[in-house]
């Protein structure tokens, strides 16, 4: 049987480390807003190459916050139109509706999955205020192309970087592009805590610090409130083992990294296209999903010969009953992937035998 992806594996190759991190955490008596998160904070800032990292509760609270802090900051206004992948995770758009802000949704590039500069450029009009790009799967979005236009329409940039910890683009990782970028720590992503976590990146003090009293109820000093804020905090627990993970992220890349030149180097299968290769250095393979017009023949002979495979995502977020106000939306290639995306097993404690294993089988697999 090959899982997906087999966290238990993933943590127990760092099982030592990981009880230290928690003992030291009990053993110290302080279990929010210490020590861990700040060294984290610094870490993963420096990890980035930003100025500041300000840890919240989760992914889906890093981008909602930061476009709170831009209303609050009066960088944007209810209303303003935001542009975002329609591909994307249901998270962002979230973010967005949640501030009473308009998604415009754009459609993808078929190759990259991500964000092209043509079709962003026909979507902005004298209301739009913002994009974000969303470094789908692991592979950073076109960010010199829509930094550029986002200069020339005085645009914000807010990169959902969730999927995309330490992907770059020469050696600019993803977090030091936009204004700010927003990410998960959620457990199955590729840094991932053992519980929910996340983080904003910038290098913009004044957002920095609006944010530090957003998630704290939207005070700086205790019992000054400048911000109706809310309670988001990323544990001293959950920060100490992002702290053990961090080291780690890396090499954990490196063997995602082996893991997809595998399957880009043996499948061959006329009915599945495989992801575009060309920044590979830069990729950090979040997940490595082909396309396939009989999706559903492959997933069943796949799940016969015991490989476990996953769809991200079955529905597009503007055919969701929680958006009725997009359902008028035609969006064919949109559409169109979200029919024929299966995302292979990739694990960092997976072995090479194993994803030659994988890709053998959908060779041998009739379709
Ligand atoms: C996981 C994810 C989020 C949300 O992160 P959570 O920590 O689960 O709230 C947002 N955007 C994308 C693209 C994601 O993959």
């Given at each position: 049987m090959i899982p997906f992806l087999n966290l238990k594996s993933v943590n127990a190759e760092l099982r030592t480390e990981l009880l230290d991190a928690c003992a030291r955490v009990i053993d110290s008596g302080?279990?929010?807003?210490?020590n861990e998160l700040a060294a984290f904070e610094q870490e993963f800032a420096a990890y980035c190459s930003t100025t500041h990292c300000i840890g919240v509760a989760n992914g889906l609270d890093a981008l909602t916050l930061t476009l709170r802090a831009w209303l609050e900051l009066g960088r944007l206004q209810e209303g303003d139109e935001v542009i975002v992948p329609a591909n994307t995770y249901i998270a962002t758009l979230l973010a967005i509706t949640e501030n009473h802000l308009k998604p415009v949704l754009v459609e993808p590039d078929e190759g990259s999955f991500n964000l092209s500069h043509a079709a962003v450029a026909a979507a902005i009009t004298p209301r739009t205020k913002a994009i974000i790009p969303v470094h789908l799967y692991g592979r950073l979005a076109q960010m010199p192309e829509l930094l550029d236009l986002a200069s020339e329409h005085q645009l914000l940039v807010l990169e959902d970087a969730a999927q995309g910890h330490g992907a770059s683009l020469s050696g600019r990782k993803a977090g030091n592009w936009g204004d700010a970028a927003g990410f998960s720590f959620y457990p199955g992503k590729n840094l991932g805590a053992l519980g929910d976590a996340g983080a904003i990146t910038t290098s913009d003090d004044e957002l920095a610090e609006t944010l530090r009293a957003l998630r704290n109820y939207g005070s700086h000093e205790k019992y000054r409130n400048l911000f109706q804020g809310v309670n988001s905090r990323l544990d001293e627990i959950q920060a100490a083992i992002l702290r053990v993970k961090l080291q780690h992220l890396d090499r954990q890349t490196e063997q995602r990294r082996r893991i997809a030149r595998c399957y880009l180097d043996l499948i061959e299968h006329p009915a599945v296209t495989l992801p575009a290769w060309g920044e590979e250095q830069q990729h950090v393979w979040h997940l490595f999903v082909v396309l396939s017009k009989q999706r559903e023949q492959l997933q069943q002979q796949l799940t016969r010969s015991g490989i476990q495979t996953l769809i991200h995502y079955p529905i597009a977020p503007h055919r969701q009953n929680a958006y009725p106000e997009l359902g008028h939306l035609q969006l064919p290639i949109t559409e169109r992937l979200h029919d024929e995306v299966l995302s292979l097993p990739m694990d960092p404690s997976m072995t090479l035998e194993q994803a030659h294993e994988v890709a053998q089988a959908i060779n041998n697999a009739t379709l």
């Amino acid at each position: 049987m090959i899982p997906f992806l087999n966290l238990k594996s993933v943590n127990a190759e760092l099982r030592t480390e990981l009880l230290d991190a928690c003992a030291r955490v009990i053993d110290s008596g302080w279990y929010i807003g210490g020590n861990e998160l700040a060294a984290f904070e610094q870490e993963f800032a420096a990890y980035c190459s930003t100025t500041h990292c300000i840890g919240v509760a989760n992914g889906l609270d890093a981008l909602t916050l930061t476009l709170r802090a831009w209303l609050e900051l009066g960088r944007l206004q209810e209303g303003d139109e935001v542009i975002v992948p329609a591909n994307t995770y249901i998270a962002t758009l979230l973010a967005i509706t949640e501030n009473h802000l308009k998604p415009v949704l754009v459609e993808p590039d078929e190759g990259s999955f991500n964000l092209s500069h043509a079709a962003v450029a026909a979507a902005i009009t004298p209301r739009t205020k913002a994009i974000i790009p969303v470094h789908l799967y692991g592979r950073l979005a076109q960010m010199p192309e829509l930094l550029d236009l986002a200069s020339e329409h005085q645009l914000l940039v807010l990169e959902d970087a969730a999927q995309g910890h330490g992907a770059s683009l020469s050696g600019r990782k993803a977090g030091n592009w936009g204004d700010a970028a927003g990410f998960s720590f959620y457990p199955g992503k590729n840094l991932g805590a053992l519980g929910d976590a996340g983080a904003i990146t910038t290098s913009d003090d004044e957002l920095a610090e609006t944010l530090r009293a957003l998630r704290n109820y939207g005070s700086h000093e205790k019992y000054r409130n400048l911000f109706q804020g809310v309670n988001s905090r990323l544990d001293e627990i959950q920060a100490a083992i992002l702290r053990v993970k961090l080291q780690h992220l890396d090499r954990q890349t490196e063997q995602r990294r082996r893991i997809a030149r595998c399957y880009l180097d043996l499948i061959e299968h006329p009915a599945v296209t495989l992801p575009a290769w060309g920044e590979e250095q830069q990729h950090v393979w979040h997940l490595f999903v082909v396309l396939s017009k009989q999706r559903e023949q492959l997933q069943q002979q796949l799940t016969r010969s015991g490989i476990q495979t996953l769809i991200h995502y079955p529905i597009a977020p503007h055919r969701q009953n929680a958006y009725p106000e997009l359902g008028h939306l035609q969006l064919p290639i949109t559409e169109r992937l979200h029919d024929e995306v299966l995302s292979l097993p990739m694990d960092p404690s997976m072995t090479l035998e194993q994803a030659h294993e994988v890709a053998q089988a959908i060779n041998n697999a009739t379709l």
